[in-house]
């Protein structure tokens, strides 16, 4: 299966926390970035965090720098995002994507890099 999937989503309060999860590509190569992006009403879908499947390096959007991180276990082909001390800001429809093996360099946070996308799992934060 390569449409990623994704689960999780929740209403919470400000200050706590949800773990989003994902079911990877079942790519024989692992070389493929996993990315973690969302959208609020009347925004533009933006990075929130990426994987590259292949070394385990992640890579974080400035706006959830410190409380969002981004893991895989490689074994389950999973993708995880644990959200700490959420935000209202945060609440938004987060989906999961998954670029083909051998993606450009450095565009891990490019959400054009991505070909194959989940159906979104929604995050409410109320203050």
């Known amino acids: 299966q390569v449409q990623p999937v994704e689960s999780g989503g929740s209403a919470v309060q400000a200050g706590g926390s949800l773990r989003l999860s994902c079911s990877a590509p079942?790519?024989?190569?692992?070389?493929?970035?996993m990315g973690w992006f969302r959208q609020a009403p009347g925004k533009q879908r933006e990075a929130v965090a990426c994987?590259?499947?292949?070394?385990?390096?992640?890579y974080d959007s400035n706006s959830v720098k410190g409380r969002f991180t981004v893991s895989r276990v490689g074994a389950e082909d999973m993708v995880y995002l644990q959200m700490n001390n959420l935000k209202p800001e945060d609440s938004a429809m987060y989906y999961c994507a998954a670029t083909r093996p051998e993606p450009p360099r450095n565009a891990c946070l490019d959400r054009t890099t991505y070909e194959y996308w989940g159906q979104g799992t929604r995050v409410t934060v109320s203050a």
């Open positions: 079942g790519f024989k190569s692992k070389t493929y970035y």
């Open positions: 994987i590259y499947s292949f070394s385990g390096t992640t």
